[in-house]
């Protein structure tokens, strides 16, 4: 009765075997430029192995996706604003996966790309996501006055074109460093409504 478990075991170490080598094939060549023989070589398995696993070149792609996305601790609901700013330096420990990420996302805006429904449906839950972080931060009115809904794209804007920017120079870009500025610029003008409150107060008590 226990004689599944080793066979599933394996299965599954495989399978990770696998995906670890599709991103580093992928951050190499591209999604276009990577080919399944290439990925099956760098695990010693034959392509007819690797469709064992993974049937088609598109299940593999998303599968990969997917598992970066557990690694990556895509932001949801309970996540704080500082948080952010840990998973930042996290990533510029990881610049495969980061590049990885970034050569896929870049080709998923082609049409027919196979990961451009996934890349859709993924940043729609990750604005919904970090409107949240937002509100939960500082409440229906950023300091800017912008809503939570309309500074989110700003801030996923912000995280992963910084991305782009240290891959391309990374001696260059202090990617930590550039997105703790940029959470310094939200919360810029906090507390400014209060002061011009009391300000206006005063100044109507004075003859």
Do not use: C
């Not at 500082?138 to 794209?153: N, V």
Request: charged letters at 25%; hydrophobic letters at 40%; aromatic letters at 6%.
């Amino acid at each position: 009765m226990t004689s599944g478990t080793p066979r599933s075991a394996r299965g599954t170490e495989r399978r990770a075997e696998i995906l670890r080598a599709a991103l580093e094939v992928i951050a190499e060549r591209g999604y276009r430029g990577a080919s399944l023989a290439a990925v099956a070589e760098r695990v010693a398995l034959t392509p007819q192995g690797l469709l064992h696993h993974f049937p088609t070149k598109e299940a593999l792609l998303v599968a990969v996706l997917a598992e970066r996305d557990q690694w990556d601790a895509v932001p949801g609901t309970g996540w704080r604003l500082e948080l952010l700013g840990q998973l930042v330096e996290y990533n510029a420990m990881r610049p495969g996966i980061v590049q990885t990420f970034s050569a896929l996302l870049g080709e998923s805006v082609t049409e027919g790309h196979p990961a451009r429904a996934f890349f859709t449906e993924r940043y729609g839950a990750v604005r919904a996501n970090m409107a949240q972080v937002l509100r939960t931060e500082y409440g229906e009115r950023l300091p800017s006055g912008l809503t939570p809904e309309r500074a989110a794209p700003l801030l996923v804007a912000v995280m992963d074109g910084l991305q782009y920017q240290w891959l391309l120079a990374p001696e260059s870009v202090d990617m930590p460093a550039a997105f703790r500025d940029f959470l310094t610029l939200l919360g810029e003008g906090e507390g400014e409504g209060e002061g011009e409150a009391v300000g206006e107060g005063e100044g109507e008590d004075r003859p």
